[in-house]
């Protein structure tokens, strides 16, 4: 990071990309370059004086500010808009200083008349090639000022040409779609207003020229780590500038902030590459493992979910049975799903009730633990602390517990309604009851389920908790929620925990700083999981990623087939083992032994997507070891028309000059001869193929 003397100028430079920014003639925080690193300090561009083009379009209106205020003659999407005592509804962000702290740089900024600052962030991540930004509003005045938007960051890519974005897209059990689309003159909207990330959209972008594509081709990326509801603007201007904002969502939102208090943005990550989607992709996964992931590269366990084969009817016996197969298939640890607390005999009773059911544990969990262990497997549980059936001892004891309008009906989806959790005393009830729970039970893994969105989004006594404006609902929910997890985390450091919202509605950065994994989707069809494991990787690592091998398939796919699949993230198993064959036992066994030889390459290697599987009938996914000792091939082929040559596999990440033998034939070449000459492959429909290939 330098600064050049004499003027208020930046350069933010990675190992292999940089970013510059500096303050304009006209006393504006402007961005003048994005892109791959310079020879020298001097390339870079400097703000220049930005000239009027017509009554139009006066300076303001053109300036590609970091972070616009709403104000004056500009009429582009804004990063912050704000209500001051008087009624004015503008803001005049003037920079004043700047000071640079370890890897962040901050530049502060006041508003031209009212005592509202502004703190921009910028955070370097040198080894990935990324930059982290958020803003900080403090208000210095004596009176409030209203907060009605703010954004994380405003992005700028070179103006002049036209842009394609892709991003994620999806529903319940029908996850992480791949949308690409060309930006056309003015503004695109993604969002989620449902209190959690959604499974319609994912706070996440790559804006390319059109041209991109796996492996060549530039590309600019970024993501919000943030678990609520969110916003992303995309806008091409008049003049050809493309600016992608991202941030809090500001529909139905308002902040009162207070004199001399604060409002701190989630952070927004950004990255470029010049080495296509997969190169963003892999810059993303190091990043999380490396800096947001509580323990990013400790390998996750192949677990077991007793969930489909017993449902509700979950007790001692039943589970016992179960985690005696699964021990003798490998499993490392044995997970209670829904139907073992206090009166939890369907899905319309007994959430919020977070203690063993005395009827179907009198001797409580203790003794399932204990067996369990004695197999040589870790325990875990599934939970939902968000939620609460209205028959339930916690309901009828606080009824005003949860989200609401008093004057509206209260709208349960799965016989459930959503506990507050931005009120105090909510946070409070959660953190004793589920502390306690972990303090007494030797629990190694939490499944954390969230299996609704939200209605009537009301908060009738926010005042108790002196809140004076009840639409920060939306954002000190998420903030009671991570005060929740965040706490439970830091007290009992020995559980991994799991973010689960029906699959795949809470998967963002802001979340993977309490939980190691994401659920990413109900569904469990094998070839079905393929679309959505690729998509969920356009962001995430594999590592992130929990795969069941479940009866959804079972009878119609071949077994190894549908362990192929769920070993491309963390293996997991949730079928009804007690009704597996020996000879599907077998098979089990030896796919978990397989797993554990190579999920090393796996959770912590780099992934190249050698062909979609939202794209192709066959598609192939490729991990390879940090240090190029080691890769791992995966090859499906769902259904083709025959007769049908699948085409050659070009391996990728391999060191060229190097040797390396493939287990499946024992033939030897260099990794240039794999990567350029390829191999190709025999498999008939819904076959697959697990290959390995060493360094000599």
């Not at 600064?3 to 303050?23: K, N, Q």
């Not at 509605?505 to 990413?520: H, K, M, T």
């Not at 000459?677 to 008939?684: D, F, H, P, S, W």
Request: proline share 5%; hydrophobic share 40%.
């Amino acid at each position: 990071m330098e600064a050049m003397p004499s003027e208020a100028f930046w350069i933010l430079e990675t190992d292999r990309t940089a970013y510059a920014l500096g303050v304009s003639p006209e006393g504006a925080v402007v961005h003048t370059y994005w892109g791959p690193k310079l020879p020298r300090v001097q390339d870079y561009p400097r703000p220049g004086v930005t000239k009027e083009w017509a009554s139009f379009n006066l300076p303001a209106h053109l300036l590609r500010e970091e972070y616009p205020g709403q104000g004056g003659a500009k009429y582009t999407e804004a990063c912050l808009s704000a209500t001051f005592p008087d009624g004015t509804r503008d803001l005049d962000l003037r920079y004043v200083s700047a000071e640079q702290v370890g890897d962040t740089l901050k530049i502060h900024l006041n508003d031209a008349v009212f005592s509202l600052a502004v703190t921009l962030h910028y955070r370097v991540h040198a080894a990935t090639d990324l930059i982290e930004r958020w803003a900080t509003v403090q208000n210095s005045g004596s009176d409030a000022v209203e907060l009605n938007r703010v954004f994380s960051a405003q992005w700028h890519v070179p103006v002049g040409q036209p842009y394609r974005l892709t991003h994620l897209t999806g529903r319940w059990n029908d996850e992480f779609h791949i949308e690409q689309q060309p930006l056309t003159h003015g503004v695109m909207v993604l969002e989620s207003r449902r209190l959690t990330t959604s499974h319609q959209h994912s706070p996440f972008f790559q804006l390319d020229a059109g041209d991109a594509g796996e492996e060549h081709g530039e590309v600019w990326f970024g993501a919000l780590a943030w678990s609520g509801n969110w916003k992303l603007t995309a806008e091409v201007t008049d003049s050809l500038q493309t600016r992608l904002s991202l941030g809090v969502n500001d529909w139905d939102f308002a902040w009162q902030l207070e004199a001399g208090q604060s409002f701190q943005t989630p952070a927004c990550i950004g990255g470029y590459t010049a080495q296509g989607f997969g190169a963003a992709s892999r810059a993303l996964h190091e990043f999380i493992r490396q800096e947001v992931l509580p323990d990013g590269h400790a390998l996750r366990k192949v677990l077991y979910n007793s969930w489909e084969a017993t449902f509700f009817d979950v007790e001692e016996a039943s589970q016992a049975e179960l985690a005696e197969v699964a021990a003798g298939l490998g499993v490392e640890l044995f997970v209670v799903d829904d139907g073992w607390f206090h009166g939890r005999n369907s899905d319309r009773a007994g959430l919020g009730d977070w203690w063993p059911d005395e009827r179907k544990f009198p001797g409580g969990l203790t003794p399932l633990i204990e067996r369990v262990k004695a197999l040589g497997m870790e325990f875990g549980l599934w939970i939902e602390p968000e939620m609460v059936n209205p028959d339930s001892d916690l309901y009828r004891a606080h009824p005003d517990w949860v989200i609401h309008f008093p004057s509206r009906p209260r709208t349960e989806a799965r016989n459930q309604l959503i506990l507050n959790l931005a009120r105090s005393d909510v946070q409070d009830y959660l953190i004793s009851l589920l502390d306690t729970l972990l303090a007494t039970h030797d629990i190694r893994f939490i499944k954390w389920d969230m299996n609704r969105n939200v209605s009537e989004p009301g908060w009738p006594d926010a005042g108790a908790d002196g809140v004076h404006e009840a639409r920060e609902l939306w954002v000190r929910y998420v903030q009671g929620l991570y005060r929740v997890w965040g706490t439970l985390k830091e007290r009992h450091p020995g559980v991994t925990w799991q973010s689960c919202s029906g699959g795949g509605g809470r998967a963002d950065l802001g979340i993977l700083r309490l939980a190691q994994q994401i659920w990413i989707s109900d569904n469990t069809h094998a070839a079905a999981r393929l679309a959505i494991q690729d998509g969920y990787s356009r962001v995430f690592p594999a590592n992130t990623m929990e795969a069941w091998v479940t009866d959804a398939d079972r009878g119609t796919l071949p077994l190894p087939f549908r362990f192929h699949v769920s070993m491309l993230g963390t293996l997991g198993l949730g079928g009804h083992l007690a009704r597996w064959t020996p000879e599907e036992r077998a098979v089990a066994r030896e796919q978990v032994a397989r797993y554990k030889e190579v999920r090393e390459v796996i959770q912590r290697g780099d992934q190249y997507r050698l062909r979609s599987a939202q794209q192709q009938p066959f598609s192939a996914v490729e991990y390879v070891s940090k240090d190029r000792s080691e890769a791992v091939l995966f090859a499906f082929r769902t259904h083709i028309a025959r007769p049908s040559e699948l085409p050659p596999l070009y391996l990728r990440g391999l060191d060229a000059e190097a040797l390396y033998t493939l287990d499946a034939s024992g033939e030897t070449k260099s990794g240039a001869a794999w990567m350029s000459v390829g191999l190709t492959l025999t498999l008939k429909d819904f076959e697959s193929v697990v290959w390995r290939l060493r360094r000599e």
